[in-house]
């Protein structure tokens, strides 16, 4: 398991680099700058999902377990 993001500081940056943070390594990971840790980033309409190995933007990888939810309409009522 991974280690708890802490907090960085990042007064010592350059505007550059802060601009950076928004930036992506890949498609679902952000660019680790000076202090800052890489985070990974996910969405979708049932929880978390992490592809395994390579990723691929069509989910077609195999996954690490995860934890799904049901959507939201499945808790509604009309």
Request: glycine fraction near 12%; charge should be negative; aromatic fraction near 4%.
């Given at each position: 398991?991974?280690?708890?993001?802490?907090?960085?500081?990042?007064?010592?940056?350059?505007?550059?680099?802060?601009a950076?943070?928004?930036?992506?390594?890949?498609?679902?990971?952000t660019?680790?700058?000076?202090?800052?840790?890489?985070?990974?980033?996910?969405?979708?309409?049932?929880g978390?999902?992490?592809?395994?190995?390579?990723?691929?933007?069509?989910?077609?990888?195999?996954?690490?377990?995860?934890?799904?939810?049901?959507?939201?309409?499945?808790?509604?009522?009309?």
């Amino acid at each position: 398991m991974s280690q708890p993001i802490k907090a960085a500081d990042l007064t010592g940056l350059s505007v550059e680099e802060k601009a950076a943070l928004g930036s992506g390594a890949d498609f679902w990971t952000t660019k680790a700058v000076g202090p800052a840790q890489s985070v990974l980033l996910t969405d979708g309409p049932h929880g978390v999902r992490k592809q395994a190995g390579a990723t691929d933007h069509l989910g077609l990888a195999a996954s690490v377990p995860a934890t799904c939810f049901p959507p939201a309409r499945c808790g509604s009522s009309e």
